[in-house]
C-alpha cells in the first residue's frame, strides 16, 4: 500500500508539471528588452527567432522598423514590441495623413494579437548633420501621435524618438549634465510633447564607447559594473561605482535643466561588442560576457541609479544577433548575444534553443512530454 501511495504521489507531481509547462515561459519573462536587429543575410526565420525568445523567457522586443512578417511571426506570443519608423521617412510622417495610413498598415492589423507598445520615429536624429531631418522629427511625432488618438490607440502606444548620448553638451559630473546649446531649439519643445503624452526619453548609452576612446584613463572595472572605489559628484556627494548609472543621471540632470521633471529616461540600446579591430580596445568575449552578465543581473535586482534610487532602468540590450552586413568597424558586426545559428556567442546564464521548424515545435514538445508522463504514468500504477 505504501508503495502504491508513493506512486501515486510521484504521478501527481508528474501531470502538475505537465500543465504547468505550458505556462513557464509566461510566469518567468525576464524583465530585459532586447534589440531584434535585421542588418545581415544568414538570420533565422522570424518564426524560429519568435520560438528562441520564448524559450529564454524575453518579453519584450525593439525593431528598427515594422516588418510584417516580424510581427506575424509574433501573434499571440504575449511578447511587448517598439516598432520604428526610420530615418528616411520621417519627413513624410509630418503629413497627418501618410501617418494615419502607415499606422493602418504597420499597425492596426497587429493589435491586440501584437502587443506593439511604443513607436519610435527616427533614430539618433539630433546628431545627424541633415537640419531638415531634425526640423521634421518633432513634427512627425505629433503628427503619428494625433494618428493614434484618432485610432483609439494613444493610451496604449507610446511614440518617442531613441537618442545617442552626443547630444549631451557636458556630462560629468552627472549632476551638472546638459544638451548641447545647438540642439536647444529642437530639445526644449520635444521635451514638452514628452511631458504632454507621458512617454519615455530614450537613449542609446554605450560605456564601451567611452572606454574605446580613452582605455587608458577609463577604468574597465567602472565600465564593467565589477568592484571599484567609484566616481564620486562633488555636488552632490553621490558615489557612482558604474559609468551606465553616471551617463542616466547626466541625461536626467539635462532634461531637468530644461524645466522637466515628470520625464523617465530609458535606455533604448546599451551592449558591449564581442570582437573589434587592433584600435577598437576592450572589445573581447570575456568583456562582453562581463558588461552583459552584470547588467542581467543588475537588472535582476530591480535596481536604480545614485540620484534615482527607487526607479529601475528600463533597459534594452543591443543586440539578439550578430549582424554580418552593418557598416563601419568589425565591432558594429559583433555585438549579438548569439550567433544566426542559434548558439551563444558566449555564456551569460541565457538558456535558449533557435527551433528547427515553426512555432508549433513548441507544442509539439509539450504534447511529447504528456505522451511520455502517461506512459510513466501506466508503469506506476501497474
Known sequence: MAVRSCRLLLLLLLLVFWLLSGQVLQTLSLTIGINYGQIANNLPSPTRVAGLLQSLNISRVKLYDADQKVLSAFLNTNIEFIIGIGNENVSTMTDLAKAQAWLQQHVKPYIPHTRITCITVGNEVFTSNDTVLKSNLLPAMQSVYQALVALGLDKQVNVTTAHSLDI???????????????????????????SMTKSPFLVNAYPYFAYKANPNTISLEYVL????????????????????????????????????????????ETGW?????????????????????????????????????????????????????????????????????????????????????????KRMVIHGLGLHIMTIAAFLLA
Not at 549631451?168 to 514628452?194: C, K, M, T, V
Not at 568575449?285 to 534615482?308: C, V
Open 168 to 194: 549631451l553638451g557636458n556630462s560629468y559630473p552627472p549632476s551638472s549634465g546638459s544638451f548641447r546649446q545647438d540642439l536647444a531649439e529642437y530639445i526644449h519643445p520635444l521635451l514638452n510633447f514628452h
Open 225 to 268: 559594473f565589477q568592484p571599484n572605489a567609484g566616481v564620486p559628484d562633488p555636488n552632490t556627494n553621490l558615489n557612482y561605482d558604474n559609468m551606465l548609472d553616471a551617463q542616466v543621471d547626466s541625461v536626467y540632470t539635462a532634461i531637468q535643466a530644461m524645466g522637466q521633471t515628470d520625464i523617465d529616461v530609458r535606455i533604448s
Open 273 to 361: 561588442p564581442s570582437k573589434g579591430d587592433p584600435d577598437e580596445a576592450g572589445a573581447t568575449p570575456e568583456n562582453a560576457a562581463i558588461y552583459n552578465g552584470n547588467l542581467l543581473r543588475r537588472i535582476a535586482m530591480n535596481q536604480g541609479t545614485p540620484l534615482k534610487p527607487s526607479v529601475p532602468i528600463d533597459i534594452y540590450v543591443f543586440a539578439l544577433f550578430n549582424e554580418d552586413l552593418k557598416p563601419g568597424p568589425t565591432s558594429e558586426r559583433n555585438y549579438g548575444l548569439f550567433y544566426p545559428d542559434g548558439t551563444p556567442v558566449y555564456n551569460i546564464g541565457l538558456r535558449g534553443y533557435l527551433p528547427l521548424m515553426s512555432s508549433s515545435s
